[in-house]
Nanobody
Framework: QVQLVESGGGLVQAGGSLRLSCAASGVFFRINAMGWYRQAPGKQRELVATVGSDGSTMYADSVKGRFTISRDNAKNTVHLQMNSLKSEDTAVYYC?????????????WGQGTQVTVSS
């Protein structure tokens, strides 16, 4: 079965950096868009950044200039480099991807990784 597995979360001080990674595994033909979402306690899940199959990127205004999303198509991975972290970046971060599988295109989600920024 298709799986998205995240890694790289943790505890960091404000102003610090973290790098999240997500690897897709299983049986699929192609990966379209990949992205990162986050959900803070008591808040709705929100989009952080996406990267298309052509490498085009999109960022939430709150992370522009601080976060960078990238993907490695050969390794079926997506990364999120997070710099200048703020306490408001504290959340569970989820990887998401649109994959072409045997019965069509489907969205998949990772299990989430906790990012905690201490002030």
């Amino acid at each position: 079965q298709v799986q998205l597995v995240e890694s790289g979360g943790g505890l960091v001080q404000a102003g610090g950096s973290l790098r999240l990674s997500c690897a897709a595994s299983g049986v699929f033909f192609r990966i379209n868009a990949m992205g990162w979402y986050r959900q803070a306690p008591g808040k709705q899940r929100e989009l952080v950044a996406t990267v298309g199959s052509d490498g085009s990127t999109m960022y939430a205004d709150s992370v522009k200039g601080r976060f960078t999303i990238s993907r490695d198509n050969a390794k079926n991975t997506v990364h999120l480099q997070m710099n200048s972290l703020k306490s408001e970046d504290t959340a569970v971060y989820y990887c998401a991807a649109e994959l072409w599988v045997i019965d069509g295109s489907r969205d998949y989600w990772g299990q989430g990784t906790q990012v905690t920024v201490s002030s």
